[in-house]
């Protein structure tokens, strides 16, 4: 079992940057794939940025050359990068764990970008 913890979330004005940070409960080094994803009222959830074990990242087009997705597997956790935001970015962003076998959410951190 892997409990996940997001955390960083707010309102932010258009232009502006946060940093959301994934807390998880065992050692990110044996999850396969971490990611980020988003989903807006009335929008299906969309994956944002995800990185391998190994460090490969990919990242949604819309968020490309914004945001920044890393690992610390030193401190178990999973941060995005957010810049130059915009209010299309608002949404409830989750942290997700894809252990192949099993995949694990966790409860989700609001961004709001005004205009």
């Known amino acids: 079992q892997v409990q996940l913890v997001e955390s960083g979330g707010g309102l932010v004005q258009a232009g502006g940057s946060l940093r959301l940070s994934c807390a998880a409960s065992v050692s990110i080094f044996s999850i396969n794939v971490m990611g980020w994803y988003r989903q807006a009222p009335g929008k299906q959830r969309e994956l944002v940025a995800r990185?391998?074990?190994?460090?490969?990242?990919n990242y949604a087009d819309s968020v490309k050359g914004r945001f920044t997705i890393s690992r610390d597997n030193a401190k178990n956790t999973v941060y995005l990068q957010m810049n130059s935001l915009k209010p299309e970015d608002t949404a409830v962003y989750y942290c997700n764990a894809d252990r192949l076998v099993s995949v694990y959410w966790g409860q989700g951190t609001q961004v709001t970008v005004s205009s």
């Open positions: 990185i391998t074990s190994g460090s490969s990242t």
